[in-house]
């Protein structure tokens, strides 16, 4: 995702508008954390004003608290976080400097006016595309994946041979962790219906556009090999440039989207088998029982989440009234996650 100019609350919008914020409090925490290295990354200038870039994750961790609090039928109006708790909660954050004033009430009046919702449910959507295919195909409603486009596109069995125009025309249907090629079955007036006839999952794939004297819009896709080489999975030809520049950014988001959670998932997977604990950042107090979130002198260690925050200088649990356990309580009643790609939902136009 791209966010690139926004305010931090603007991109955490933007972010909880495709993926659900909520879950087992590792989830939670690594979901924020990917979203807090990514604005960093897309935000070079902005996070200079900070004199930790560990201050953007505090602050969007603050922002989903702050949103969970105002907006739970959980907490009782009279209990709900005021203005001037918000900004209480985060003295002292940004190694021992406070965040500006004006930057917080701003945050706080825009949540205040918006709430940060996770888009329709994508399930649904999902459930009527694989509806109208047939053939043996694999199980694609799943819970944690999501159509994010899909296009006209040729398949090209010989790319450095011609062929006929209009030939080998495919349907091509790309979800957020898996691209899926079919070929029109039987079109009727109000309803088309799709031929399966392969798919290939995101992890490791890589994108190749070329050209020659044959198909001025080439696409080339490619995956890991494990002799080493990279193995061609299938080369199409777009009908047009923008059709092959809006695919292809489509599927390179996606691709570093199901990329990103499949590290996240080796390395937590790897502190599970170790017995290794995340360290505690320097200046808090790596003996708590609880493990939770402690913000001591400015600075944040975060070995896992839980419901409490036991620092009187940072963010506090008590303060955040309506923080971790609604979200975790909420999440057990919610849908389960994939191991290789994110709890997503995304708005799409889909004529079937």
């Known amino acids: ?76 109006p009279e209990r709900k976080m005021k203005l001037e708790d918000f900004i209480k909660n985060l003295r002292g954050v940004d190694n021992g400097q406070d965040i500006p004033r004006d930057l917080l009430v701003g945050i706080y009046h825009r949540i205040e006016k918006w709430e940060l919702r996770t888009n329709d449910d994508h399930v649904s959507q999902v459930q009527a595309v694989e509806r109208v295919f047939v053939g043996k195909k694999p199980v694609l409603s799943l819970s944690h994946r999501r159509l994010v486009c899909c296009c006209q596109l040729y398949e090209v069995p010989e790319p450095n041979k011609n062929q006929r125009t209009g030939v080998h025309q495919r349907e091509v249907f790309l979800f957020n962790d898996l691209l899926v090629v079919t070929k029109i079955f039987q079109k009727k007036k ?36 494990p002799g080493g080489e990279r193995k061609v999975l299938i080369v199409f030809n777009a009908p047009r440039e923008q059709d092959r520049t809006r695919f292809t950014s489509d599927l390179r988001e996606s691709i570093a989207e199901v990329q990103e959670m499949e590290k996240y998932r080796v390395e937590s997977e790897l502190e599970k088998q170790k017995g290794v604990m995340r360290p505690v950042a320097a200046g808090s107090d790596g003996g708590s029982p609880s493990g939770g979130v402690k913000a001591v002198n400015g600075t944040l260690g975060r070995p896992s989440l839980d419901d409490s925050y036991a620092s009187a200088d940072g963010l506090k649990r008590t303060a955040l009234s309506s923080s971790l356990r609604d979200l975790s309580e909420t999440g057990k009643r919610g849908r389960r996650t994939s191991v290789g790609s994110l709890d997503s939902t995304m708005e799409v136009s889909l004529h079937l």
Do not use: W
């Open 1 to 76: 995702m791209d966010f690139s100019g926004m305010d931090l609350d603007d991109a955490l919008r933007k972010f909880q508008a495709q993926i659900k914020v909520q879950g087992e409090a590792q989830k939670v925490e690594r979901l924020i954390e990917a979203f807090s290295q990514r604005y960093c990354v897309s935000n070079p200038v902005l996070i200079r004003q900070f004199q930790n870039p560990d201050t953007i994750f505090i602050l969007a961790f603050a922002i989903i608290l702050l949103n969970t609090d105002m907006y739970s039928p959980n907490v009782k």
């Open 190 to 225: 109000t309803s088309v219906t799709y031929s399966f006839r392969q798919s290939f999952p995101l992890v490791e794939m890589q994108v190749h556009m070329f050209q020659n004297q044959y198909y001025p819009h080439g696409i080339r896709l490619t995956s890991a090999n």
